[in-house]
């Protein structure tokens, strides 16, 4: 069965692009109220200078079926995010799931960099994009999602909690970041369980965001070419949607308690709950990374799509 979200207030968290904006349209799909936020709106571009807003994915939740409501935020700005949430409650009087999906880190990666070689200004600026952000949207946003049992917070990271235990990433200051929101969601579900709300972990796999299509030079409509430049990437990718359907089917399933705390990926959780991503397949990409890719064996999606 499809999840149905109808009456439900959500909050994504950085749903300009990728991830959040998936989430927020898959959100839509299950009939939610979404609020879209970013700093990314019309006449106003984040650092990555790209043409995505925060009206667009509003506009994308409206069509799927919910109701996509955008405000331009920079969730650095604890006042702005205090004003976003006092909005929220004006108007709805509720939020029921709250995603923290704000990054805005990957023009600071460097790759495979020891940690006294890499810019320190960047990684301690990645530091603060990925953890800061979150902290403070929850501060604000927490008081409201508790008055109700029920609510899901949902930190997007990048990694499972097993994955991350057992594998360097990227750098000190990327692997840092992406574990620590792992304990973010652990924390905030001890803190969450006495109200009978919950926090998760959610991690996508290789995911076909709108960065990674262009670097790839590539496009949604022929992704699959993207087999010339990283076999793998064709083999075993992901849309947004797909994470998004993840965390639709979390905040719609009763037994929600039982998993709070815990660290999924999107193609575990497809396993589990039955969705599928938007060509009908159910990418295992955590799963393909260690037995395949980090294995040394050529691309073959076989068993795991």
């Known amino acids: 069965m499809e999840p149905t979200l109808s009456g439900k207030v959500a909050l994504v968290a950085g749903a300009t692009r990728g991830a959040g904006r998936g989430t927020a349209v898959a959100l839509g799909e299950a ?3 979404v609020y ?6 019309l006449g106003r571009r984040s650092d990555y200078n790209r043409p995505e807003t925060v009206e667009e994915t509003a506009q994308l939740v409206s069509a799927a079926g919910g109701v996509g409501i955008a405000v331009a935020v920079d969730h650095r700005e604890t006042d ?4 976003l949430v006092q ?5 709805q009087g509720r939020l029921d799931v709250l995603v923290n999906d ?7 990666i460097q790759w495979n960099t020891p940690l006294w070689s890499h810019d320190l200004e960047a990684g301690l600026r990645m530091v603060h994009l990925a953890l800061d952000t979150h902290l403070i949207t929850s501060h604000w946003a927490l008081p409201l ?3 109700r049992p029920g609510g899901l917070v949902v930190e997007m990271t990048d990694g499972t909690g097993e994955y991350n235990a057992a594998h360097y990433r990227v750098s000190v200051f990327y692997d840092l970041v992406k574990t620590a929101v792992l304990r973010l969601a652990f924390s905030q579900a001890e803190e969450l369980r006495p109200f009978g709300c919950a926090a998760v972990a959610l991690t996508p796999g290789w995911m076909r965001s709108e960065m990674m299509l262009e670097a790839f030079g590539v496009t949604e409509a022929n992704w699959p070419e993207a087999a010339a430049v990283q076999p793998h990437f064709a083999a075993i990718s992901e849309s947004p949607r797909f994470v998004g359907r993840a965390a639709a089917a979390l905040a719609a399933d009763p037994g929600l308690m039982q998993r709070s705390g815990g660290s999924y990926s999107s193609g575990g959780l497809a396993r589990e709950y039955g969705f599928t991503d938007v060509d009908g397949s159910q990418p295992d990409c955590w799963r393909y990374l260690v037995e395949i890719q980090d294995a040394g064996l050529p691309a073959d999606a076989s068993g795991y799509r």
Request: glycine share 14%.
């Open 145 to 147: 999602l508790v008055r």
């Open 102 to 108: 704000i990054w805005g880190g990957e023009n600071l």
């Open 31 to 33: 009939g939610a109220t």
């Open 80 to 83: 702005q995010v205090e004003a």
């Open 87 to 91: 909005s929220i409650d004006a108007e």
């Open 36 to 41: 879209c936020t970013g700093r990314s709106a």
